[in-house]
């Protein structure tokens, strides 16, 4: 048996829950449980409230999703210093 593509859509965080879970509002009002995937907290990308994403949903539960890109935004804040 073949593996079902997946759907992509975009949406914007709504809420940021534990365990890398995330609360996301898609473009057409659907509300998705969505989680970041491995290689973004691998490379320490974060996601906060009002992000706009990328994700993935199975076509097998539409309720819930894998993140697989975080929109740079123009007014997020600098980065913070390194420290020693």
């Known amino acids: ?6 759907i992509e859509m975009e949406g914007t965080v709504k809420e940021v829950l534990p365990d890398r879970n995330y609360r996301v509002i898609l473009e057409n009002g ?3 449980l969505a989680y970041s995937t491995g290689k973004m907290s691998k ?7 009002g992000d706009r994403v990328t994700l993935q949903l199975s076509p097998y539960d539409l309720t819930r999703g894998r993140i697989t890109f975080r929109h740079k935004s ?4 600098p980065p913070r210093p390194r420290r020693r």
Do not use: Y
Not at 1 to 6: I, P
């Open 74 to 77: 123009g007014d997020a804040p």
């Open 30 to 32: 659907h509300q998705v």
């Open 43 to 49: 490379f320490k990308i974060r996601v906060l409230v």
């Open 1 to 6: 048996m073949a593996k079902q593509e997946s």
